[in-house]
């Protein structure tokens, strides 16, 4: 095993040759959103560590957190943690061996997309309501 | 399979695992992290939500009731591991070059750790109020 060295061989057609479909837009969103996370957990921890160490320090964060651009960066947050989430309780069905004939497929990809758009909507909205 | 000068038997080139070097236990971390990080990841956004506009004493004092402390170190802990392993598979798939792999690889790790260090301290210094 060890031994062999790399050979060019070549390669069977990768995504490119496929037509788009909903379902495999999904996955990849569901994978760009999950790199987004790994981004977006280090401005949640950031936020804890605000908390933790002093007000100056904590009232900064939360003027760059109230800016319009902050907003929009956790507004994408939000919307990347719904759908990776709604993603990912997809995948348990499909991990336990059901949900795979394409009507299936298809009405979960579709009820997951338009899930994580209302939810982050909602919660944004339920948010702006509590600060009123 | 290869024969010849090589004398392994098929149980110990299985023991290896072959040329990726583990089995299903990554898969499997994955999926467990995730089922926690369901319910865990909406204690998170209520704590957010519940935290608009709050004071840093505020969230100080809240974070240092020990259900919140534990719910949330468990919280941002599962989150970090389920993101590294997740990170690592995005790498492996990506990352060809087997220095750059390395590095990629040895960088999530500390990505991950660093995440957890900070994390760590905020919550025991909100915990013991030092």
């Given at each position: 095993m060890s031994d062999m060295k790399p050979v060019a061989r070549p390669l069977s057609p990768h995504l490119q040759i496929?037509?788009?479909?909903?379902?495999?837009?999904?996955?990849?969103?569901?994978?760009i959103t999950g790199v987004a996370l790994s981004g977006g957990l280090l401005l949640f921890v950031w936020w804890l560590l605000a908390a933790a160490l002093s007000d100056d320090y904590f009232n900064l964060v939360q003027m760059l957190f109230g800016h319009w651009l902050g907003k929009l960066v956790l507004f994408g947050f939000t919307w990347a943690l719904i759908h990776h989430t709604l993603g990912g309780i997809r995948h348990f069905v499909w991990d336990v061996g059901r949900g795979y004939d394409l009507n299936t497929v298809e009405t979960m990809v579709w009820w997951s997309l338009i899930g994580g758009l209302v939810l982050t909507?909602?919660?944004?909205?339920?948010g702006y309501w509590v600060m009123a | 399979?290869?024969?010849?000068?090589?004398?392994?038997?098929?149980?110990?080139?299985?023991?290896?695992?072959?040329?990726?070097?583990?089995?299903?236990?990554?898969?499997?971390?994955?999926?467990?992290?995730?089922?926690?990080?369901?319910?865990?990841?909406?204690?998170?956004?209520?704590?957010?939500?519940a935290h608009l506009g709050a004071t840093r004493a505020?969230?100080?004092?809240?974070?240092?009731?020990?259900?919140?402390?534990?719910?949330?170190?468990?919280?941002?802990?599962?989150?970090?591991?389920?993101?590294?392993?997740?990170?690592?598979?995005?790498?492996?798939?990506?990352?060809?070059?087997?220095?750059a792999k390395l590095a990629a690889l040895l960088l999530n790790q500390a990505y991950a750790a660093l995440l957890a260090g900070l994390a760590l301290y905020a919550l025991v210094k909100m915990s013991f109020g030092v």
């Open positions: 496929y037509k788009p479909m909903l379902s495999m837009m999904m996955s990849i969103m569901h994978r909507v909602a919660l944004w909205a339920l | 399979m290869k024969t010849g000068t090589d004398m392994k038997t098929p149980l110990k080139r299985v023991r290896g695992l072959g040329a990726s070097g583990s089995g299903t236990e990554h898969f499997w971390h994955q999926r467990v992290s995730a089922i926690f990080l369901v319910p865990l990841g909406l204690y998170m956004v209520w704590f957010a939500m505020e969230v100080a004092a809240s974070l240092s009731h020990p259900l919140h402390a534990v719910l949330m170190a468990l919280g941002v802990g599962l989150a970090i591991w389920h993101s590294m392993l997740g990170l690592q598979v995005v790498i492996e798939d990506y990352v060809h070059g087997p220095v």
